[in-house]
Structure formats: structure tokens, C-alpha cells
């Protein structure tokens, strides 16, 4: 059962992830080289994907896409656990207490903010940008993150080995720190999975709508944005931008799953 | 009861406040002053001082944020820098086509989920539940605007079935606004179907394992009776709190669909202000859609306590 979603979850991030390690490298094509004499060639053996409307090659296209996309949304991820994680275990420490009702509302703030409200406001602050889609989809992340370990970290507070832990004279952050942390790790890799593919999707979007990575950097949603247009004449340079999101996605999201059975055996169920 | 309702209305509030002084406060620090960019670079100082004046940018940053939010309250959004129009008309014009397309999404995720969560559970490790699954897993990762683009390239070009864009207006007739909605339904619905469909089928799921359903089964009552009558009652609590935090989700998704089919609508009218910066219109309509955010979650809560009397103490 559980390796039905790991392991093809497996390849396909591990394809995208090699496409956009290999890019830092060679590409088949240089990605900023504007030929509009060979544009809109469909697939040969030069250029495997064909070319787009500047003549730029798809596959190299992809390829650096890639790196973008998955950039985006690694760090995003990253700043939402890293301020998430310890304002959960420190609501978590402080249960029932001010601070825990001041994080969690707090929290409640943010999720009234959809990813979208957030890059559209700091956007029409500080123009469009990928490091301004970072920020918003971070942001969105943090409350993510801090409910998942507040929720987790409470449960663990009951049991007996915390309470040893206090015994033997160790404070609430060091507790949360050696024993918490380590005990909700699985569960903040497998939530990481998710909003690592919910992260794809969002910079994809903004980037789609021109609120993320600007040109002449290549990004997925950008290249379907441009694609829009030519859909009548040319819908190929629709169609591998778009796969290739939703296949890292999917891909993404079936690691997650299978992580979540192989990490955890009590959730090994058949569902 | 009326204490937890007393308690989430003042937490309600207080979201609601800080909420507006977050938007406020974003969109004030803004760079440069709407009255000179309005005017150009060649604009005479008097002429600035006189728009700025009018707009009433000359007033105190406290002063316009409780202008701001006294006339939010009264239905005054203030009058957009570009288009001299009240902005509360233009949110209202606008409306009438982001409002049915949510509502449109929301009424075909729920009808596409319902009963594929219930097959699917009912056939629970079947071939339908494998595909029904399957399938889910594709509509959540598909981005929506590319799905939209398909439908585009599918519905309108090749089959010519639907436009691929535009809308007529409600006063071209009911059934040529909404099949001028109906792609863009189609394409924010899917993502949240899939979602509901996994929510319906586990709740179910969850639901069927309990011990009054096998007595309802012991009683003499059939698989589908017992189902009906007991089973998807019960499954139904989870499920209408997701369909409720749907109806923000796709307000707010709705403003990236809005753009692929050019629907004028409140998406399209953000992304118009940003250009142009006319900052008053982001920061209401910005406003405008986290309060549909805040308020559905408060519908949900209050809905999930008078089911379920438990919650009622929680928090």
C-alpha cells in the first residue's frame, strides 16, 4: 500500500528536482537567446519540446522554470516553518495562558489573508516580484505551521516522558526543544510536502497573473500567461508548462502521502 | 450557547479591526503620492495640493483611517483616484458577476462531490473508489487557470460551444450571463471538488465504523437504508464546514479565473487599480474580501457549536 504513492511521488519530485539542479549547469539551450526566426517549431531532435514564440527553447525553458518554481516555494515553506514551528511549541508550552490565546488569534489573523490577498497588497506596495511572492506564500505558511505543532505539541505534553523531563528540572523551551521537536518532526515533514506542492501552485499562480517572477526570468506560470494569447495557433506552449505543474504537484502530493503512512504506521490505514 | 456567541463575536471584531489597520498601514506606506502620480510629472505644486485635498490625503494618516473605516461600516468606500467614482458603486457593479461565479462553483463542486464521496466510500477499495480517488488526486494538483485554459482551447475554440471569454451582463438574459460563467465555474469548482470529495468519503468512512450503525444494520436495516438514514446525517457536519470555507476560497481564487476569461469582476478590478495605482480601490476591495473570509469562518464556528454542543467550551 504505502509504496502504491511513495514511490512514484519519489520519481516524479526527484525528476523535477534534477531538471532544476541540472539547469544551474547546462541547459540545451540558452534560456535568455531570443531567435525569432526558428519560433514555434514543434518537437525535433534539436530542440525536443520545440520553441515559443521568441524562439527560446521549451525544454530549456522548463527546465529553468523549474528552478524558479521549486525555489519559490522551498523557501516559502522554510520561513513558515521556521517562525510557524516555534510559535506553535511556544503556544503550546504556554497552554491556556495569554500568549498561546495571542498566538493563536494572531494566527487566525493571517488566515483571513488568502496567499493571493497578501502578494496582491504587498504587490501593489512594492511591485511585482519573485521575492515578493516568497514573503506572501511565507507568510501564508507561518499559520499553517504553527496550528500543526501547537496541536501536536499539546497531546505530547500529557504524556509521561514530559513529565520526567520536567521532573529531572528541565525548563518549557528546553522540554520543547529535546523532546517535543524531535517527537513532531514526521508530522512537520509530511505537512512540508504539502504546502511545498500548495507552494508550486500559488507561485505558478501569481506568477500567471504577473506578480511573480518577472521577465526575463522563466517561470511555469509566466510561460503560460504568455501562452494565453497564442492558445488558438499554438496550444503545445500551453500544454508542457502546465503538465509540468501538474505533475511536480502530483508528484509532490503522493510523496506526501506516502511519507505520511511509512513515517507513521498508526496512520497505515487503507485510506 | 449566547456566551460562545458573545465570545466569538468580540473576537470577531477584534480580528476585524486589526485586519484593517494590517491593510491600511500596508497600503499607506506606499512610495509616492496618488494625487502627483495622477497628475503627471509636469503637474503645477498648487494643482497636487488641490487633488490631494479633494481626496483628502491631506488629512492625518489617524484621521483618514477612521474616515476610512467609518465609511467601510456606512457602505462609503470613498471615491477611486482614477475613475472619480464613488468605489462602493464599482465594488457593486463588480460584484454581480465575482458573487454568482463563487456561488456557481460552489453549487457544482457540491453537486460533483456529493455523490462521488458517497460512492466512493460506499465501495469502499473498489475499482470505483480507486478511479474516484485517482481522479481527486489529479483535480488537486491541476493548477486551475491552466485547467481554465483547456476549457478554453476545448469548449470554446474547437467546439464552439461557450465564448472564450467576456461577459454580456445580466441584462443580455439569465441564461447568456451564466453560460458566459459557466467555464469559469467549471474551472474554480474542480480543485474544490476534488477536496470535498475526500472530505465527504472519509467522514463517511469514519461515520460507517461507528457502533449505531452496526445497530441500525442489526435492527434489519438495509446497507443503503442504514446509509441514508443514518450515515450521511452524521458524515454531513465536516463536510458542510469545508463547503462554507470554500465560498472564501473561491471569492478570493476567483480573481485569478476572473483574468483568463476577462470577467469583469472584483479580481479584475484589482489588478486594474494596481495599475494605476488607485490604492483606495485595493485597499477596499482587499478589505471587502477578507471580511467574506472572517465572517464565513464565524458562520462555520457558529454553525459547528449549535451541532455539536462540545465545541462550545473548547477554546
Do not use: C
Amino acid at each position: 500500500m504505502k509504496l502504491r504513492s511513495l514511490l512514484p511521488g519519489a520519481v516524479l519530485v526527484l525528476l523535477f528536482f534534477s531538471a532544476a539542479l541540472v539547469s544551474y549547469l547546462w541547459t540545451p539551450f540558452d534560456v535568455t537567446l531570443i531567435d525569432i526566426k526558428s519560433r514555434f517549431q514543434s518537437s525535433s531532435a534539436v530542440h525536443w519540446l520545440g520553441t515559443d514564440h521568441y524562439g527560446r527553447d521549451m525544454l530549456s525553458m522548463l527546465m529553468v522554470g523549474a528552478r524558479t518554481s521549486i525555489a519559490v516555494a522551498i523557501v516559502a515553506v522554510g520561513i513558515g516553518m521556521l517562525v510557524g514551528v516555534p510559535l506553535g511549541l511556544a503556544a503550546a508550552a504556554n497552554r491556556g495562558r495569554f500568549l498561546d490565546e495571542f498566538i493563536m488569534r494572531g494566527n487566525d489573523l493571517v488566515f483571513a489573508f488568502p496567499a493571493l490577498l497578501i502578494a496582491i497588497m504587498i504587490t501593489a506596495v512594492y511591485g511585482a516580484g519573485a521575492l515578493n511572492a516568497i514573503i506572501a506564500i511565507g507568510i501564508f505558511n507561518i499559520p499553517v505551521f504553527a496550528r500543526l505543532s501547537r496541536g501536536a505539541a499539546l497531546s505530547l505534553w500529557k504524556r509521561d516522558f514530559i513529565l520526567a523531563a520536567r521532573a529531572a528540572g528541565k525548563g518549557a523551551s528546553r522540554i520543547s526543544v529535546e523532546h517535543i521537536l524531535p517527537n513532531i518532526m514526521n508530522l512537520l515533514i509530511v505537512q512540508g510536502t504539502i504546502q511545498f506542492s500548495l507552494g508550486i501552485l500559488a507561485e505558478a499562480g501569481l506568477s500567471f497573473v504577473g506578480l511573480g517572477a518577472q521577465p526575463p526570468i522563466p517561470s511555469w506560470g509566466r510561460m503560460l500567461a504568455d501562452s494565453q494569447t497564442l492558445i488558438m495557433t499554438e496550444p503545445q506552449l500551453a500544454l508542457y508548462p502546465g503538465l509540468a505543474i501538474l505533475l511536480t504537484v502530483l508528484g509532490l502530493n503522493l510523496l506526501g502521502d506516502g511519507l505520511r503512512d511509512w513515517l507513521d504506521p498508526r496512520l497505515r490505514r487503507e485510506r | 450557547m449566547l456566551h460562545y456567541l458573545i465570545k466569538r463575536t468580540l473576537i470577531l471584531l477584534a480580528t476585524l479591526i486589526v485586519a484593517s489597520l494590517v491593510v491600511f498601514v500596508t497600503i499607506e506606506v506606499v512610495p509616492g503620492d496618488p494625487a502627483s502620480y495622477m497628475l503627471g510629472l509636469n503637474a503645477q505644486e498648487d494643482t497636487v495640493a488641490a487633488l490631494r485635498a479633494e481626496l483628502g490625503l491631506d488629512k492625518s494618516r489617524v484621521a483618514r483611517y477612521f474616515s476610512w473605516v467609518g465609511g467601510l461600516v456606512t457602505g462609503d468606500f470613498g471615491t477611486s483616484y482614477t475613475y472619480r467614482t464613488p468605489v462602493a458603486d464599482m465594488v457593486a457593479d463588480r460584484m454581480w458577476v465575482s458573487l454568482p461565479l463563487a456561488i456557481y462553483a460552489l453549487l457544482l463542486s457540491t453537486l460533483i462531490a456529493f455523490p462521488a464521496g458517497v460512492y466512493a466510500a460506499s465501495r469502499r477499495g473498489g475499482t470505483t473508489d480507486t478511479v474516484v480517488m485517482a481522479l481527486t488526486q489529479l483535480g488537486v494538483a491541476i493548477p486551475n487557470f491552466w485547467f481554465a485554459m483547456l476549457l478554453v482551447l476545448l469548449f470554446a475554440i474547437n467546439l464552439g460551444w461557450f465564448s472564450a471569454g467576456g461577459f454580456p451582463g445580466w441584462d443580455a438574459g439569465v441564461f447568456q450571463a451564466l453560460k458566459s460563467l459557466t467555464l469559469p465555474a467549471i474551472a474554480l469548482a474542480l480543485p474544490q471538488a476534488s477536496i470535498l470529495t475526500r472530505v465527504m468519503r472519509s467522514s463517511l468512512l469514519d461515520v460507517l465504523n461507528e457502533d449505531y450503525m452496526r445497530t441500525a444494520r442489526a435492527k434489519g436495516l438495509t446497507r443503503r437504508q442504514a446509509l441514508w438514514k443514518h450515515a450521511l446525517r452524521n458524515a454531513m457536519v465536516p463536510v458542510l464546514t469545508i463547503i462554507g470555507l470554500q465560498f472564501s476560497f473561491l471569492l478570493a481564487g476567483a480573481i485569478i479565473i476572473e483574468n483568463v476569461f476577462y470577467l469583469p469582476g472584483l479580481g479584475r478590478l484589482i489588478f486594474q487599480s494596481i495599475a494605476s495605482r488607485d490604492l483606495i480601490v485595493v485597499e477596499s476591495v482587499v478589505m471587502l474580501l477578507v471580511l467574506a473570509v472572517v465572517l464565513v469562518t464565524f458562520l462555520v464556528d457558529l454553525a459547528y457549536a449549535w451541532v455539536d454542543p462540545r465545541l462550545r467550551g473548547a477554546r
